[in-house]
């Protein structure tokens, strides 16, 4: 059972390249959501997806942008990575009934 | 607006020691508070939620209302517990949305 899979798992950028994450979940969950993981900062959610079709801005979407594929796929992007988007990304999903959320196992993004 | 506050970023114990680690929330309606592990090299997973009100691994959890926190606790620690844990809240109306606090780390020495 694949869950929710994140590819890629590490990737180091310059500053000002653009990259999508990418996220996909064989749950057939309606919700899915990004959020970054910084020390003593906890989990802060970048943007989310309650439903395939719309996409919403979250605690922290400035220089992202976020895709609703279909229903399994949720990609985040950086247009012009900065040095402050350095962080481990995780992209999560939940099911109707909105209780529990299950992780990807993260991307370690560093921007050099 | 909703807040959860782990005070403690670092915890450590001995095997066999009580553990609690301590979450503070604010939050305006009813929320639902839950506990999220991260143990070394694996995905952040679902420990347990307040509704359910059950023990898992050893684990409890109340939620006190009257001082909005969400401790979690266990009467004797395992080396095992050793992780990265994170007190989450979900607003009613949040699409399953959740605010975490910013984590307690947990070793358990022999």
């Known amino acids: 059972n694949a869950g929710v899979t994140q590819t890629p798992k590490f990737q180091v950028l310059k500053t000002g390249q653009s990259m999508t994450l990418q996220c996909a979940q064989d749950?057939?969950?309606?919700?899915m959501y990004w959020y970054r993981q910084d020390p003593g900062m906890g989990l802060r959610l970048i943007y989310y997806?309650?439903?395939?079709?719309?996409?919403d801005k979250g605690e922290v979407p400035n220089g992202y942008n976020v895709s609703r594929l279909n229903k399994r796929e949720f990609s985040l992007r950086l247009e012009s990575a900065a040095p402050s988007q350095t962080s481990v990304y995780f992209c999560?999903?939940?099911?109707?009934?909105?209780?529990?959320?299950?992780f990807g196992q993260g991307t370690r993004l560093t921007v050099v | 607006a909703q807040r959860v506050t782990q005070p403690e970023k670092l915890l450590s114990v001995f095997k066999g020691a009580p553990v609690e680690l301590k979450c503070n929330y604010s939050?305006?309606?009813?929320?639902?508070l839950f506990w999220y592990v991260q143990y070394s090299r694996q995905r952040l997973q679902l420990l347990l939620r307040?509704?359910s009100r059950e023990s898992i691994k050893g684990f409890t959890a109340d939620l006190n209302k009257g001082e909005t926190s969400f401790h979690l606790k266990k009467p004797f620690a395992q080396e095992e517990d050793s992780a990265m844990y994170y007190c989450?809240?979900?607003?009613?109306?949040?699409?399953?949305?959740?605010?975490f606090g910013q984590g307690t780390i947990l070793t358990v020495h022999p």
């Open positions: 989450a809240l979900k607003g009613g109306t949040s699409y399953g949305k959740l605010t």
């Open positions: 749950m057939n969950h309606n919700s």
């Open positions: 939050y305006s309606g009813s929320p639902e």
């Open positions: 997806s309650a439903s395939e079709g719309t996409t």
């Open positions: 307040h509704i």
């Open positions: 999560a999903s939940s099911g109707y009934d909105r209780v529990e959320a299950f």
